[in-house]
């Protein structure tokens, strides 16, 4: 490997031959099954030789009985073996690879004999540590049913469900996952052991207002099948690669294409071509959407207001308001009664700036508009980012009032607040945030409201607010400086786009030519210039 210019460390590298039954069977449940291993119910048959009981599908039995004779395989030696590598490990030129049976990759747990049921159960232990973690805040009787359903959500759900794109689920993957999910459900909404027999988990759902386990996973794999699909890379290669020789006795496990193409038959999408990336996310929204019992979102339009003007501003007598000094074209603001604005001697920019209300497309009439919202970031006609960051932090504001009793609550460490406050608040505010070309005030007007959320968790008294360090706040709840996070979000994607071979690459590198024309303030200062000239020269 070194010779091939791959530097590795051989002491934490590790192997893994995949093959069927070449994993390492674990016990589980009360009581594990003979053969397999895993937890028995009632139908099971004791084995004499073990005293284990035995699965009926490990017995080879078509009928139980009681047979007080009966041996499983494992007595008989018949059945696979525990552990299932062919070897412990492997030479590789002078290193001894350890071959293990199983490897966590990106969070996800690949096992050698396939398949997802490693996967699942991780992820399911995964997201019961973090349900605990969250109990408090879940069981919150200050916390209306939706707010605790969209930290549910948000914070568990999504550990739960990692890496699911690829899961080619089984009916028992499937069956554990609902069963898990269910069970966490039910102890939010309070629902007592006598109860569940008649609650609905429908119910609970539309009350906790989530979608149910089911389609949220069959959403996912479809949008990763239509990456798959529009890709030319290795994922692509792999999914179309054909496995020749015999296989063995009855029916062969789905392929995760199988399972993809039964959804894609369910949702009917068959006819839809995921190679048109906005035809198939738009297909899949509308299949969701239709298969889905809960209400659809509300409208995304927003009503952005002027920037207020402050104190450095002067009174227009001739429309009665503030003026910024910046949009006043004076170099020193005095108390002038006689002041007009350009906006009253009728020289400043139009109020809408759209040189038409609508364009004619054929035989169709278009709708011209100053801004419009983009996967959840607003773009403006004129360029920037004042419209998004404006619009991302009033989005902010709303989920942290939503959550306000869950940041305020004395029942939580700060660290646990600060946690919530990242993953719900915070991450609201910076979508999208990679793509903005940040100007001083749209930081300013970030790192403020940013910091206005964290006083009001911190409980910082506005008498207090000139003594205390955002520093030592940001410490307290565990969180980075936002400016930082901002650069960091920048940097990741700029190496994506430079590693693109696409459109956002040529948006990049694109040249614009032309000479460029004077901004207004550029214009009023060249006509003052101008005017003090012709003054000096007269006099």
């Not at 093959?19 to 099954?33: A, K």
């Not at 006819?271 to 969701?288: I, L």
Request: hydrophobic share 30%; net charge positive; with cysteine.
């Amino acid at each position: 490997m070194e010779e091939k210019g791959l530097r590795v460390n051989a002491r934490k590298t590790k192997s893994m031959i995949c093959g069927n039954n070449l994993d390492l069977l674990q016990n589980s449940g009360e009581f594990p099954c003979a053969v397999c291993c895993t937890g028995v119910g009632s139908n099971s048959i004791f084995c004499k030789g073990c005293k284990k009981w035995v699965h009926k599908k490990c017995s080879g039995l078509k009928r139980l009985t009681k047979d007080s004779d009966f041996k499983c395989s494992r007595c008989q030696g018949t059945a696979r073996p525990i552990d299932g590598r062919p070897q412990s490990e492997v030479q590789v030129g002078s290193d001894k690879l350890d071959v293990v049976a199983s490897f966590c990759y990106l969070g996800d747990m690949l096992s050698a004999a396939g398949g997802c049921d490693l996967a699942t159960t991780t992820r399911v232990k995964t997201a019961w540590k973090k349900f605990k973690e969250l109990l408090p805040v879940l069981l919150s009787r200050h916390l209306s049913y939706k707010t605790r359903g969209h930290v549910y959500s948000t914070c568990v759900r999504s550990a739960m469900l990692h890496a699911s794109e690829t899961w080619p689920l089984t009916k028992p993957n499937l069956q554990r996952l609902q069963r898990n999910d269910r069970a966490m459900i039910r102890q939010i909404c309070n629902v007592k052991p006598e109860d569940v027999a008649t609650t609905r988990s429908n119910e609970l759902l539309t009350l906790l207002g989530l979608e149910d386990l089911n389609l949220i996973l069959k959403e996912r794999r479809l949008r990763w099948y239509g990456h798959v699909e529009r890709s030319s890379g290795a994922i692509k290669t792999a999914l179309d690669m054909q496995v020749t020789g015999s296989r063995g006795k009855g029916r062969p496990r789905m392929t995760w294409k199988q399972v993809t193409e039964r959804d894609r038959k369910d949702w009917k999408l068959s006819t839809t071509d995921p190679h048109d990336r906005n035809t198939w996310r738009s297909g899949v929204r509308s299949a969701m959407r239709a298969a889905s019992q809960l209400p659809g979102r509300g409208s995304t339009d927003v009503d952005v207001a002027p920037v207020p003007a402050r104190s450095n501003s002067i009174f227009c007598k001739g429309c009665k308001k503030w003026v910024h000094k910046k949009c006043s074209g004076l170099k020193r603001l005095t108390k002038d009664s006689d002041f007009k604005c350009s906006r009253c001697q009728g020289t400043a920019r139009p109020i809408d700036g759209r040189p038409q209300s609508e364009v004619q497309v054929g035989s169709d009439k278009l709708d011209v508009v100053a801004s419009f919202c983009y996967l959840g970031d607003m773009l403006s006609a004129a360029g920037g980012c004042d419209l998004a960051t404006t619009t991302r932090v009033k989005t902010a504001w709303k989920k942290f009032k939503e959550l306000l009793p869950v940041l305020l609550s004395r029942h939580l460490s700060y660290k646990t607040r600060g946690h919530v406050y990242s993953t719900c608040v915070q991450s609201a505010m910076l979508h999208a945030s990679e793509t903005w070309p940040l100007t001083k005030p749209n930081l300013q007007r970030l790192q403020r409201n940013d910091r206005a959320m964290i006083r009001q968790i911190c409980n910082v008294k506005p008498e207090d607010v000139a003594t205390t360090r955002s520093n030592e706040l940001l410490t307290l709840l565990g969180l980075e400086d936002l400016n930082l996070i901002l650069k960091e979000r920048r940097l990741r994607w700029y190496g994506h786009v430079e590693r693109s071979s696409g459109a956002i690459k040529t948006a990049l590198d694109m040249q614009v030519t032309g000479s460029r024309g004077r901004t207004q303030n550029d214009m009023e200062a060249g006509d003052r210039e101008g005017s003090e000239r012709l003054e000096t020269l007269n006099n």
